[in-house]
């Protein structure tokens, strides 16, 4: 029971917001889903511009009002369609969504990746962002609204927030490498804005949760190489995910279970080989069941899959140990490369989608590698509680890096009980986005379900 009312969080969350909107009106009169978008199609030529170049801008069509916070806070909203690279070496464009509060700082920059989680493109944060979107009843509740709160107390320190769409064009989730270019890329292009946003000389941070931190996470190990000219001060990565195969494992048959389709399912959207290895490996007669990750975002793959045995599909049970799966789950595990800039992990010892050992085996990796690394292991959390109660602490830290101060040097790991009644807490995150964090994290209602 515990489970499912954490589950059913999102959906009673969200309900106050939508309720003079059913879901039919909502997708008439709400914006044009991004597939159906002249906006998100790059110009023709676009290859030959340099990774970050912007190729579109406008205003949202929509007002950026997903949960009501932005509309009182957000001075100006712009979307750019800019240049990235896939997974394979491709120019590819995706979105980004810049939001600039009151009184912004044009020089203090967050990066903030939300955890889609999903192998549909319509899920695109730059749609789901924007009122009458942010659910649709084809398609369900596209964002989780958790990060819509943390996003929103950033905005109330001032800080100009731009949040891509990193999983490109084509929703490839579990393929980290896109996530990382197309995060890196969002910065240059959030340079190149300057002329629109006002954005000047800016020292950039970056924060995600679980999906978010995988793609916060490659764009810090990508960076020396992908964009070596960009001067990051830090990341916080929440929630980490470094590795698929665990997961899978953790996941099946409870309340994630809907990861693993949507997960495989990003994966063919970017790789020709692990869409062959469903078409030969997914029942044929499970095959539709299969595909509907191709069209729900997080929350609807999430109730969907609801306590499915994923090998139910499979004619193979092997299927996610052949070589090819293996080697490109591989691929898009963390690890392979030490960050540069300093980064801050948060990880819940009781995760239940990604095991912590995972995670303390890969902030070893980039110790012994000599990356600056503060972990922090907490006790009293699973994995969507602590993508709220983990998150004052993680302001509290990227405040430290976008005003420059000095870091410990090295790595430092302390395993704690949690930080949210810190009365720091407090002075990170706002009194109004504490107090809805308590609400939901006290029974019967979980946070938002944050993959
Ligand atoms: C911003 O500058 C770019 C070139 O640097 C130019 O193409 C674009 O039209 C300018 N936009 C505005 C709104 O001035
Ligand atoms: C950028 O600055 C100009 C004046 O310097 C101001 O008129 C404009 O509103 C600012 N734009 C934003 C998005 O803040
Ligand atoms: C398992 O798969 C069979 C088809 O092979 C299907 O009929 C059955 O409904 C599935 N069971 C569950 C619990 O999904
Ligand atoms: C984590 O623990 C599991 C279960 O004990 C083990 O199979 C796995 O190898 C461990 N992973 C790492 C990275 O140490």
Known sequence: MAKLSILLAPLFAILPFVASAPAQSAKSSGPVLPLDDPFYKPPEGFESLPPGSILRHRLPPKPIAALGFAKANVEAAHQFLYRTTDTHGNAIATVSTILIPHNADYSKVLSYQVAEDSAAPNCAPSYAFQLEAAYDGAIGMVMPQLELLLIGAALDKGWVVTVPDHLGPKAAFLASKVS??????????????????????????????????????????????????????????????????????????????????????????????????????????????????????????????????????????????????????????????????????????????????????????????????EYRRDQLSNHAVLAGTGAPDAMIWLNNRMHNRPIEPGCHTSTSLTSLLDPHAIWALGTEVISVLKSLLSAPLGPGVVG
Not at 186 to 202: D, G, K, Q, V, W
Not at 246 to 271: F, M, S
Not at 284 to 297: A, G, S
Not at 304 to 330: E, Q, V
Request: glycine fraction near 10%; charged fraction near 15%; proline fraction near 7%.
């Open 180 to 373: 990382g270019q197309a995060v890196l890329d969002n910065l240059r292009a959030a340079i190149h804005s300057s002329n629109i946003t006002n954005i000047t000389n800016p020292t950039f941070t970056m924060w995600g949760y679980s999906g978010g931190s995988m793609a916060s996470g490659f764009a810090a190990e990508l960076q020396p190489t992908y964009a070596p000219e960009l001067n990051i001060a830090g990341a916080a990565l929440g929630g980490t995910v470094p590795s698929i195969p665990p997961v899978l494992q953790k996941v099946n048959k409870g309340l994630y279970v809907g990861l693993i389709p949507a997960g495989v399912q990003g994966l063919a959207n970017e790789y020709p080989e692990i869409q062959q290895l469903i078409n030969e490996n997914i029942k044929p007669e499970m095959m539709d069941d299969f595909k509907k990750t191709q069209t729900m975002c997080l929350a609807g793959d999430i109730v969907h899959y609801l306590g499915r045995d994923i090998y139910n599909y499979t004619s193979n049970p092997d299927i996610f140990t052949t070589p090819t799966a293996k080697r490109i789950m591989d691929e898009n595990a963390m690890g392979h490369n030490i960050p540069k800039i300093p980064l801050f992990v948060y990880k819940s010892v009781g995760d239940d989608v990604s095991p912590v050992n995972d995670t303390d085996a890969v902030v070893q990796t980039y110790c012994k590698g000599g990356a600056n690394v």
